[in-house]
């Protein structure tokens, strides 16, 4: 709630970034736990389940660290 409270107020670029962060964190917190999990787990089932799902984890914060470059660097004037 603390995180939401914080964002609401934040202008457009500011809550992007902020955003953006948050979602490359929450995915790299995401990632740790399934490895972990996928070492700790005599499960075969979830030991499927995590080895297909970390691949999935992995490009979305592959693609989320992507946006949060693109943010950081200044925008680009394109002419027609």
């Not at 970390?54 to 592959?62: F, G």
């Amino acid at each position: 709630q603390e995180l939401v409270d914080k964002m609401k107020n934040l202008p457009g670029s500011e809550f992007d970034d902020t955003y953006v962060l948050e979602m490359v964190k929450a995915h790299q917190k995401d990632l740790q736990g399934f490895k972990d999990e996928l070492d700790g787990t005599h499960d075969p089932e979830l030991q499927n389940f995590l080895a297909k799902s970390i691949p999935v984890v992995e490009m979305h914060l592959k693609h989320v660290a992507g946006m949060q470059k693109a943010s950081a660097s200044p925008a680009t004037d394109i002419k027609n």
